[in-house]
C-alpha cells in the first residue's frame, strides 16, 4: 500500500521519490510505503495553505461548521473501513479502533464544527471616557499540528479539527509509524467539500518533514503531541521564532485507590487504564497506589483479573491485548522490565507473546510489578506499554507526596468516596487532569493538557479555538 501526500486537495508523491517502510504490527511485516517527505514537500505545503488563506478565512461560520459536520459524518460512514486501517497500522485491537478511536475522531470534526457558531469574544465600554473597546480573535493564518502513533486519527484530528474551524489553513504531519487514516482522511475532506490547499498532509520523519514545518518562518503556531524529548527540540527552534506552541507530552499517571472506593467499578476501571491500548496512551495510569488496609486483597484481585486478558491477533474479537506500534518500541518496554527485574518483583507477564501464525508480531503480556520505592526508574519514567507498577501507602500525605514525586504532571486518577479528601487531593495533585471514581471520561469542552515535562498549552473546547486565533483589542473613541 503506497500512500501519498495529500497536497492542494490531490495526492502527490514525494518530490525526491524517497520512501520509508511501513509496519504492520501484528505480523511484523512491511505491508506498505510512506512518503520520506522533505523540506521541499512542505514548502509545496505551505504554499498550498497560504495560497488558501485568504479565502478559507474569509469563509463563513457557518459554511465552515458544514463542512466539518460533513467530515464527521463521512467518518461515521466509512467507519469500518477507517477502523480496520487504524487497526492494521497500530496494532490496536480492532474493537478499540471501531468504539474509542474513529468515533472521536468523527466526535472532534463534529464538536468543533459546532463550536466554532458559538465562539464569540468580548468588548469593555470605558465608562467616562467615550470608547468602546471590543477584541477580535481572528485566524493566525497557516499552522502547524504534528501527531503520535498511539492514537493516530484520534489525536490527528484533535488538533486539525479547530484549526480549521478557526479559519486557518494547516501543514500537518502524521507519524511516520502510523500514516494510514490520515492518507485516507484526505479523500474524506475532499468529498465533504473543503477547498482545496486547506488541510495539507505531509508525511515523513519528524527530524525531516516535522522539523521542516516547525523551523517554516511563515508556519506561526505549532500543536504537537508526542514525547517529552521531542517537546524540548521542538520548543527550542519554535521559542526564537515566536511561534505559538501547544506541547501535549508523556505522562507517567499515580492511580490513588483508597479503602473506601467503589472496589469493583474502581478494579474493572483500573483494568483499562493500566492496559487499555497496550497501556500506550498518554493518560494511562501507570503508578498505582493503594491504601495499605486493601493492598493484598486488590494485589490479588488485580493479578486474577489481568491474567485473564488475552493477548492476540488485533482482528479477532476476543483480544484484550493488540500487538505493540513497532519493533522499537516493544525492544523499548522489554528493556524496562529488565530493569523491572532489579528494582521489584514481577507479579504477573513480563514475558513477549510468540503467538504461533504471527510470530514476528510485536506482543506483550500485561505487566504488574511491585515496588517498594517511588524513586525507581520504573516509576519515574515512562514506559509507555501494557506495564504498571503497585505499591501500597499507609497514609494521605505519603501518597499525595508520592504521586506529585514525578517529572511529569499530565493526569491522576483518584478512587475514594471521602469528599473532603477528594477535594484536598484534587487541589493539590500536580497534573492538568484529575479524575475521582472515573478514568478517560472525557468532555470536549474541557481543557486538556498537562504541567511539568507533560508539556504547556491546553486543548479542547474555547481552549483550542483561542490557540488557533490571534487577539487584537480595538478601541473607538466617541
Ligand atoms: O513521539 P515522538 P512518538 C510519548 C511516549 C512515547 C514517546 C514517543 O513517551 O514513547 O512520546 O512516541 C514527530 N520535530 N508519547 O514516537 O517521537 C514524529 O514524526 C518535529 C506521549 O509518537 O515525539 C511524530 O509525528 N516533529 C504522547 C510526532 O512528532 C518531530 C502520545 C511524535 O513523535 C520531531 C504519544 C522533531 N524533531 C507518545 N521528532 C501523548 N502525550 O499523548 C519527532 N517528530
Known sequence: MKIKNFINGSFQNPVANEWLDNYNPAYGKVYGQTPNSSKTDVELAFQAAKNAFPSWSQTSVDTRSKILIKISEL????????????????????????????????????FFGNAITQFSSESHESIGENAINYTLRQPIGVVGCISPWNLPLYLFTWKIAPALASGNCVVAKPSEITPVTAFLLGEICNEAGLPKGVLNIVHGLGTTAGQAIVEHPEIKAI???????????????????????????????????????????????????????????????????????????????FIAKTQQLKVG???????????????????????????????????????????????????????????????????????????????????????????????????????????????????????????????????????????????????????SLRFFTKTKNVCIKY
Not at 503480556?365 to 499507609?394: A, L, S, Y
Open 223 to 301: 500543536s504537537f503531541t508526542g514525547g517529552t524529548k521531542t517537546g524540548a527540540a521542538i520548543a527550542k527552534i519554535a521559542a526564537p521564532l515566536f511561534k505559538k506552541l501547544s506541547l501535549e507530552l508523556g505522562g507517567k499517571n499515580p492511580n490513588i485507590i483508597f479503602a473506601d472506593c467503589d472496589y469493583e467499578t474502581m478494579l474493572e476501571t483500573t483494568l483499562r487504564s493500566s492496559f487499555s491500548n497496550q497501556g500506550q496512551i498518554c493518560l494511562c495510569g501507570s503508578r498505582i497506589f493503594v491504601e495499605a488496609s486493601i493492598y493484598e486483597k486488590f494485589k490479588t484481585d
Open 75 to 110: 467518518l461515521e460512514t466509512h467507519l469500518q473501513r477507517f477502523a480496520e486501517a487504524e487497526s492494521k497500522d497500530n496494532g490496536k485491537p480492532l474493537h478499540l479502533a471501531k468504539s474509542i478511536d474513529i468515533p472521536r475522531a468523527a466526535s472532534n470534526f463534529r
Open 313 to 463: 491477533h488485533p482482528s479477532q474479537n476476543s483480544t484484550d491485548i493488540g500487538a505493540l506500534v513497532s519493533k522499537t518500541h516493544l525492544e523499548k518496554v522489554l528493556n524496562y522490565i529488565e530493569i523491572a527485574k532489579t528494582e521489584g518483583k514481577i507479579l504477573c507477564g513480563g514475558n513477549q507473546v510468540i503467538i504461533p501464525s504471527f510470530k514476528n508480531g510485536y506482543y506483550l503480556e500485561p505487566t504488574i510489578i511491585e515496588i517498594d520505592n517511588n524513586n525507581c526508574r520504573i516509576n519515574q519514567e515512562e514506559i509507555f506499554g501494557p506495564v504498571v507498577t503497585i505499591m501500597p501507602f499507609e497514609t494521605e500525605n505519603n501518597v499525595l507526596e508520592m504521586a506529585n514525586q514525578s517529572e511529569y504532571g499530565l493526569s491522576a486518577t483518584l478512587w475514594t468516596n471521602n469528599l473532603k479528601r477528594s477535594m484536598q487531593f484534587t487541589q493539590q495533585l500536580e497534573a492538568g487532569i484529575i479524575w475521582v471514581n472515573s478514568w478517560m471520561l472525557r468532555d470536549l469542552r474541557t481543557p486538556f493538557g498537562g504541567v511539568k515535562s507533560s508539556g504547556m498549552g491546553r486543548e479542547g473546547g474555547l481552549e
